[in-house]
């Protein structure tokens, strides 16, 4: 289980204070896949990015499986079976796929392994083993294995931010069948960031962040008829890629 | 074979025994052991020190190895060594020179190899330097290579430097004659006040001769690295020229590009870059669970592989 107290995040800049995160909780209960979604720039990926431990919070606490983890680094949250699937996947000269994923598990994988994670995510795996992860890789497929390097692994929570980002609305489709079956068979607890309406039908539950404030938690039959009034202006819900 | 003297090969040119073909090893400034077979001759020089290697036209699938070891301080290595590769021959050339010093003085070995390369010839040319030992005493390589490509020949060549080496000057260049390919490909890491120079220069002489240059370094503690790489195009021809470095601690890197067209149909690229580790790639590495130091191992070795 995961518990966030009253955390807050803020910045210097040269106009004074600026409050990123603003006093947030919530409880993301074990075995549950939770959607985390709100306006662009409201700060759902800074509250990723606080429980991996990529920022460090300016205030309050991050509870996981009972253990305050506000103060362990990236390295020692990972190891407590946290992961994050980035939102802009970073680029490795030289580092082929299978590495990655291999370097993901904490193993050297077996290629049948390695295919099976990268035909989860539509790609065929005979044409990525050995690629390097470097710019030569589209958007949309270098974040297919980003998401593939989570599914390498068997998490007690799993964040992905915005997985829906830079991928092809018909491969997407496609991989909202297999993402939340992979997602539920590998980790304990899935949190993704996301703006999809199709990533959002797969909540059990849903978090509404606006204006680094929490603006409503609840199942997504209480959350998702009250989203389609309130963020039409930020939110398409029709699919717009929303980078 | 010494256990120090089969390390070495073993580092420089991944020999466990004896290769098998064509090989010559060279030991303190000495010849230690060498063997010739059918269709490639390895005879020692008369005027200068070292050998020339002769492989007969149409060889195919042969290999030769010629390793250098130095493992006493105070050696300072020359040697000329002529490689003579027959038309339509494709062969697969271990060079490299591994120093092990213990002492106070420095050691040196200087290769100056020549390659004449025949025409539709295929070479793979693999040059590994390493050093190790704890003494004072300087680890020096300063290779000179001069590659003489004949008509639709393809060269490719491998040069590698990863650890040990104090101070290396190297100087590579080639002609192509029309039809021709080159293909290097440098790969370097200095660390500590190691300090590294590579000028490549390349002569488009052929029609439709091509060349690519990659070199991916990386530069460490307070070492310094400089490059110099330039493609002339003398008539139809395309060249590649690709630096890439990343840079850490107090180390600086000099990437010097330079291209000249002598023709209007000379097509000639220089990419350079230098940059420092991004901090996205070690964070997705440390939320698998490794370290920051282990990360940037990751990366540094993948770079460089």
């Not at chain 1, 077996?110 to 065929?124: H, I």
């Not at chain 2, 002769?54 to 290595?77: K, L, M, Y």
């Not at chain 2, 000179?144 to 101070?167: H, L, N, R, Y």
């Amino acid at each position: 289980m995961l518990e966030l107290k009253n955390v807050s995040f803020a910045v210097d800049t040269d106009s004074g204070n600026l409050e990123i995160i603003d006093d947030v909780s919530f409880t993301v209960r074990d075995d549950s896949f939770t959607v985390i979604t709100g306006p662009n720039g409201g700060g759902k990926s800074t509250i990723a990015k606080l429980i991996m431990g990529i920022e460090k919070p300016t205030s309050g606490k991050i509870i996981y499986n009972g253990e305050d983890i506000t103060d362990l680094s990236i390295t020692e949250r990972a190891k407590k079976g946290i992961g994050y699937a980035f939102q802009q996947p970073p680029r490795f000269k030289g580092l082929t796929v299978r590495r990655l994923l291999s370097l993901a598990a904490g193993s050297t994988l077996p290629e049948d392994e390695c295919c099976s994670y990268l035909t989860g995510v539509g790609l065929c795996s005979k044409d990525y083993l050995n690629r390097e992860m470097d710019v030569s890789l589209s958007g949309g497929e270098a974040k297919r294995i980003e998401i593939a390097t989570l599914m390498a692994r068997n998490l007690g929570l799993a964040i992905f931010d915005e997985p829906e980002a830079g991928i092809d609305l018909w491969s997407f489709s496609m991989l909202v069948k297999s993402f939340k079956t992979m997602s539920s068979d590998k980790h304990n607890s899935v949190i993704v960031i996301s703006h999809q309406e199709r990533i959002m039908s797969l909540a059990d539950e849903m978090i509404v962040i606006a204006d680094g404030k929490l603006k409503n938690q609840g199942t997504k039959e209480e959350i998702l008829p009250t989203l389609m009034g309130e963020f039409t202006q930020e939110c398409d819900f029709r699919g717009r890629d929303n980078k | 074979m010494e256990k120090l003297d089969s390390l070495l090969l073993q580092e420089i040119a991944g020999m466990h025994d004896i290769p098998m073909g064509a090989y010559n090893i060279r030991k303190n400034g000495e010849g230690l052991s060498r063997r010739s077979t059918a269709n490639i001759e390895i005879r020692p020089k008369t005027d200068n020190p070292g050998i020339d290697i002769i492989v007969a036209p149409g060889t195919v699938n042969e290999s030769v190895h010629i390793p250098v070891i130095i493992t006493e301080t105070g050696i300072d290595d020359l040697v000329y060594n002529d490689f003579y590769i027959g038309d339509g021959a494709d062969v697969l050339i271990v060079a490299g020179c591994g120093i092990h010093n213990s002492g106070d003085k420095k050691s040196q070995h200087d290769g100056i190899h020549t390659f004449h390369i025949g025409k539709n010839a295929s070479v793979k040319y693999v040059e590994k330097h390493y050093g190790e030992g704890d003494g004072l005493g300087e680890r020096i390589l300063n290779p000179v290579t001069v590659v003489e490509q004949g008509e639709g020949s393809v060269c490719e060549m491998e040069m590698v430097q990863i650890k040990g080496v104090d101070s290396t000057k190297r100087d590579t260049k080639a002609s192509l004659a029309a039809g021709a390919r080159l293909i290097v490909t440098e790969r370097l890491l200095t660390h500590g006040k190691q300090e590294a120079y590579s000028n490549i220069e390349v002569q488009l002489n052929g029609d439709d001769s091509s060349a690519q240059i990659v070199s991916r370094t990386v530069a460490k503690d307070n070492s310094k690295q400089v490059f110099y790489y330039n493609a002339v195009g003398n008539d139809k021809c395309r060249a590649h020229v690709q630096c890439d470095s990343i840079i850490m601690d107090k180390a600086t890197v000099s990437s010097i590009p330079g291209i000249t067209a002598n023709s209007a149909d000379a097509q000639i690229i220089h990419e350079a870059a230098i940059g420092r580790i991004n901090n996205d790639q070690l964070t997705k590495l440390m939320t698998f669970g490794l370290t920051e130091e282990e990360a940037e191992e990751v990366i540094i070795s993948g770079f460089l592989k």
